[in-house]
């Protein structure tokens, strides 16, 4: 059993600041990529920042210069620090992880129930 908790969303207004944090907890023993994804009320789902365990990270333009994402595979926690938030950054916001809970098993796509971020003055 695997969950994901996401931490951190709420209300701030335009360009201001808001910091996430996901933490994966149960049965893992390695944890590879992990991402955030938002979906804005009637949209779908999209990207906002991964990070592979190597570090290396990718963002779409929308959100790149703005955010940032981290991990602290000590801690199996991800992070996404967002800066100059904008009312179109409002959403549901997801974090995501692949995994394996054992050496034997094949890696699994798991997901968080979300946070919800506003943008509003």
């Known amino acids: 059993q695997v969950q994901l908790v996401e931490s951190g969303g709420g209300l701030v207004q335009p360009g201001g600041s808001l910091r996430l944090s996901c933490a994966c907890s149960?049965?893992?023993?390695?944890?590879?990529?992990m991402g955030w994804y938002r979906q804005a009320p009637g949209k779908q789902r999209e990207l906002v920042a991964t990070?592979?365990?190597?570090?290396?990270?990718n963002y779409p333009d929308s959100v790149k210069d703005r955010f940032t994402i981290s991990r602290d595979d000590a801690k199996n926690t991800v992070y996404l620090q967002m800066n100059n938030l904008n009312p179109e950054d409002t959403a549901v916001y997801y974090c995501?992880?692949?995994?394996?809970?054992?050496?034997?098993?094949?890696?699994?796509?798991?997901w968080g129930s979300g946070t919800l971020v506003t943008v509003s003055s």
């Open positions: 990070i592979s365990r190597g570090g290396s990270t």
């Open positions: 149960g049965s893992i023993w390695m944890i590879y990529n």
């Open positions: 995501n992880a692949d995994l394996k809970s054992n050496w034997y098993s094949r890696s699994m796509d798991y």
